[in-house]
């Protein structure tokens, strides 16, 4: 499966309809971005369950900022619309492979049910 390129407009469509979503916020200039794009391709072609998904944060800068990009690349998780992991940096192959087996092994009942704890105890 190849890419999707995510815009401020396809972003919720993505998100809402699929159930596992990484994101690499990425940007034409940056060094790290361009040496972890081809991995990332790479990567995406083994998982075909799994949406890769890629912001180019000098095209999208409203994108980025909505999800507050310091730093890139930066790598962020969906598990049924929930941001389950969000990282600035490049990673290599293994690592990556082993934290996308990480986030499907998640147990999606207990991740909600941690967040709605979270949000409780923020409105306490």
Do not use: H
């Not at 083994?46 to 912001?55: L, S, T």
């Not at 990282?87 to 909600?112: H, I, N, S, T, Y």
């Amino acid at each position: 499966m190849a890419t999707v390129e995510l815009t401020k407009d396809n972003l919720p469509e993505v998100i809402e309809n699929n159930d596992f979503v990484i994101i690499d916020f990425w940007a034409p200039w940056c060094g790290p971005c361009q040496s972890f794009g081809p991995l990332y391709e790479e990567i995406s072609e083994k998982y075909p369950d799994i949406v890769f998904a890629k912001v180019d944060t000098q095209a999208e800068q409203e994108l980025a900022g909505q999800f507050n990009i310091r730093s890139i690349p930066t790598l962020m998780i969906f598990r049924e619309q929930i941001i389950i992991y969000s990282e600035a940096g490049a990673m290599q192959g293994p690592a990556f492979e082993q934290l996308l087996e990480q986030a499907k092994g998640l147990d999606m009942d207990e991740v909600r049910k941690q967040v709605e704890e979270e949000q409780k105890a923020q409105n306490a």
